[in-house]
């Protein structure tokens, strides 16, 4: 496999220091909202079956909108549309503080609001995809900075919302996420973009058909979204709630935290390893990086150590930020930058759908065979799917795009 070492390139100009704030703001509000939102709940009295549809309201608002917020972006423009989705979410989150500051906000209050913010976020997901090409010459580089910033937001994320609930409040957990997504659209209106030429002479229909046609029409794209959807039913629906039973029964809540925590430094490393390796073909490469990913599952079951199991979760955040690194270039540069949103839209909600059936599999399936059991056959299909695409041949052997 042929690779080569990337050459010196001017990344941080003025739009993509914008837009990296931007997209680091954001991720930092999607980490902190589940902690704050399932610790005011608890506190409120709320059940556990009543956090889990607001967080679940969360998911399928924005698992059934995500494709339509690619058709929009396509048709009209995606800044304006994600600038929007920073301005409702920042209301959205305002709002939950207020109503915790006063009282007791109802059940339907909480529920509406999740609702809204997964319709928010389901029309700013797709434009983050189609602006890279427009604020950096590489790609590569640029989305290789941009996963060492998301994993250090998965872990400085969830660290903030629990001191700020452990040491002010709940309330003050929404301010602040409030807060960063102000910021990140204040970031993205300051942002200097080329002219956008958008082809409006197809209804929302006929848009939503076009987007349909060139996902399908890529083998190496539907190819990886049917292993993700393996993936997705039986490793990463069931990863976290399965994963925290069997690690926090081991070795305590505290453990499962640094357990997570080492993902996402694991993640940082794999995203600097990939903004320098360019491989030739790069879904190929990743591949060969998923190939780490098993040790995430393997350790949760296996339960070694403390600093053992970090590192299992760290070496496995490595090879899923270098496949996510190769993943999303090769969707932005293979992909015509007319039809990217939409195209993106479809990728995003193909891999995101399969795991709320995972997280409903994951219950009734560890009362069968047991959490342990499970977790070590969420090894093995994690194996399986790293080395499907290393023998799927359109994902193997898809070539990098010279920009």
């Not at 928010?120 to 941009?146: H, I, R, W, Y």
Request: charged share 10%; glycine share 10%.
């Amino acid at each position: 496999m042929a690779v080569s070492v990337d050459a010196p390139s001017r990344l941080w100009t003025r739009n993509f220091g914008l837009y990296f704030t931007a997209r680091t703001m954001a991720v930092l509000a999607d980490t902190m909202m589940p902690v704050a939102m399932a610790v005011a709940m608890y506190a409120l009295g709320f059940s556990v079956s009543e956090v889990g549809v607001t967080l679940g309201a969360w998911m399928g608002a924005f698992a059934l909108f995500v494709v339509f917020g690619g058709v929009f972006a396509d048709r009209f423009h995606p800044r304006p549309q994600m600038i929007g989705a920073d301005a409702l979410r920042c209301v959205i989150q305002a709002s939950l503080a207020l109503s915790l500051w006063i009282g007791h906000p109802p059940l339907w209050f909480i529920i509406g609001g999740s609702l809204l913010g997964g319709l928010a976020t389901a029309m700013f997901q797709p434009g983050l995809t189609s602006l890279v090409p427009q604020v950096s010459e590489d790609p590569q580089k640029a989305n290789g900075v941009v996963r060492v910033s998301q994993g250090l937001a998965t872990m400085a994320g969830p660290a903030i919302a629990g001191t700020l609930v452990a040491t002010v409040s709940a309330a003050s957990v929404f301010v602040v996420i409030a807060m960063t997504f102000a910021v990140s659209g204040v970031c993205l209106a300051a942002l200097r973009l080329p002219p956008f030429k958008a082809d409006r002479t197809e209804s929302t229909l006929e848009n939503l058909r076009t987007g349909w046609d060139e996902f399908r029409s890529r083998s190496w794209l539907w190819s990886v979204i049917l292993i993700w959807w393996v993936l997705g039913v039986f490793v990463w629906g069931p990863i976290t709630p399965v994963g925290a039973a069997s690690i926090i029964e081991a070795h305590g809540k505290a453990a499962f935290g640094y357990a997570e925590s080492a993902f996402g430094a694991g993640c940082v490393v794999g995203g600097l390893l990939a903004i320098r390796v360019r491989p030739a073909r790069p879904l190929f490469a990743g591949g060969i990086a998923m190939c780490l990913f098993p040790l995430m599952p393997l350790a949760a079951a296996l339960v070694p150590s403390v600093p053992v199991l970090m590192l299992g979760y760290a070496v496995s955040g490595i090879g899923w930020a270098f496949w996510g690194v190769q993943w999303a270039t090769s969707v932005q540069t293979q992909i015509p930058q007319d039809k990217l949103n939409r195209v993106a839209a479809y990728e995003i909600a193909g891999s995101i759908l399969a795991v709320p059936f995972g997280q409903a599999f994951a219950g009734p399936a560890s009362s069968l065979v047991g959490v342990r059991e499970l977790l070590l056959a969420g090894a093995v299909v994690s194996l399986g799917c790293a080395f499907a695409l290393l023998v799927v041949r359109p994902v193997r052997s898809l070539p990098r795009t010279r920009l």
